[in-house]
């Protein structure tokens, strides 16, 4: 299998700037999350996506976040006019859609806001 | 609310030693899941083992293995004669189920084990 991809693993942006990560989850895969993850904590759940439809997105931070997944292929995360205290890593997971439902989590996009 | 504590931040052993990450976990749902993850220097999250609520029996992987005790709300993660290579940050996360069916993940903040040679 090839693992979940993201791109592009490190971003420095200056504050107000907008921010677009893509990721793409393994083949067969139809379940995608994001979570994100800041220093000396676990990662904490932002939004998700079953197929291309949004199932939750309660949980992204603020409504400069917005996910998506058009073709329930690939999907992407913008965040617009970020904040310093955006910096972050943004991980993707994938899993199957089956009771056990085991996420496997891509390398992460490292943002760096100036 | 669901909620994973990892009373632990960070452990340092000698090589070779044995070492027990604790997890303690609380949920009102009846049916759950919980891992455990390994995240090594490199960043990226690594899938180690799923348990689900209606099976308490321990698993061994090698030099893993996992004790879990509904009884006591935990699920500890034993390394046995650690190596170098077991130097990472240790993840504990329990599984939510909301209506839509989402397995959202809530993690523990982590245990970083550095094994010294």
């Known amino acids: 299998d090839t693992g979940v991809s993201q791109d592009p693993r490190h971003k420095i942006t200056k504050r107000g700037q907008n921010v677009t990560f893509r990721c793409d989850p393994i083949?067969?895969?139809?379940?995608l999350y994001w979570y994100r993850q800041t220093l000396g904590q676990g990662p904490e759940f932002l939004t998700y996506?079953?197929?291309?439809?949004?199932?939750?997105k309660s949980r992204l931070l603020s409504d400069r976040f917005s996910a998506e997944r058009p073709k329930g292929s690939f999907s992407t995360l913008e965040i617009q006019r970020t904040e310093q205290g955006d910096s972050a890593m943004y991980l993707c997971?994938?899993?199957?859609?089956?009771?056990?439902?085991?996420?496997?989590f891509g390398p992460g996009t490292r943002l760096t806001v100036l | 609310a669901q909620k994973v504590t990892q009373a632990q931040t960070e452990i340092s052993v000698v090589e070779k030693e044995d070492v027990t990450l604790d997890c303690v976990y609380e949920?009102?749902?009846?049916?759950?899941?919980l891992f455990w993850y390994k995240q090594p220097p490199s960043g990226e999250l690594v899938f180690l083992i799923r348990?689900?609520?209606?099976?308490?029996q321990n698993e061994i992987s090698g030099r893993y293995s996992w004790n879990f005790q509904k009884s006591t709300s935990s699920f500890n993660f034993t390394i046995t004669a650690s190596q170098v290579v077991d130097s990472a940050v240790y993840f504990c996360?329990?599984?939510?189920?909301?209506?839509?069916?989402?397995?959202?993940?809530?993690f523990g903040k982590g245990t970083k084990l550095s094994v010294i040679p």
């Open positions: 997971a994938s899993s199957r859609e089956d009771l056990t439902d085991t996420q496997y």
């Open positions: 083949s067969e895969h139809n379940r």
């Open positions: 996506f079953q197929n291309e439809a949004q199932l939750e």
């Open positions: 949920t009102r749902d009846t049916t759950y899941y």
């Open positions: 348990r689900n609520s209606f099976d308490e």
């Open positions: 996360a329990l599984s939510e189920k909301p209506g839509a069916g989402s397995y959202q993940l809530t």
